[in-house]
C-alpha cells in the first residue's frame, strides 16, 4: 500500500507572513492558521481555536508575501512535518508544521483589501444577482 501525507486546512491567517531566509539565502514565509473545532459547553456548543503552524518555500514564499494577511481566509493544501530536537537540558522536543504544496485566497479581511487592489470588492462583481 501506497501511504499520503496530506493537510488540507480551511481557516483564517493569524498573523501577517513573517519572511525569514535560509543559509542557502532562500526565503521561506512562516505565519499560523486559524481553525476551530465545536466542543461541548453545557447544554449547547462553542467554537475553540485551534492554531496551525505554517511555512512555505519558493516559490510560494513571493505569493504568500504579497496576499497574506491577518483574518484573511485560506485553503492550505501541505504536508504535515515534524521536526524533533534535543534541548541542551536534555529534553525531547517535537513540533509539528504544514508546509504549502497549494494555497487558495477566499477571502480579504476587509482592512486588507488596499493591499490588493486589483481584486473586485463585492459590489464589482460581473454577475448582477450574485450577492456577497
Known sequence: MKTQNQVMLVGY???????????????????????????????????????????AFPPQTKIVAQLLGKGDAVVIVGDLRQERWRAQDGTQHTASKVVVRSLSVLSHRRENLSRHPAEPGPSERSDPGATA
Do not use: L, M, N, Y
Open 13 to 55: 491567517v493569524g498573523h501577517p507572513p513573517k519572511i525569514t531566509q535560509t543559509a542557502q539565502g532562500d526565503e521561506v514565509a512562516s505565519f499560523s492558521v486559524a481553525t476551530h473545532r465545536s466542543v461541548r459547553d453545557g447544554d449547547g456548543f462553542k467554537d475553540v481555536p485551534e492554531w496551525h503552524p505554517i511555512v
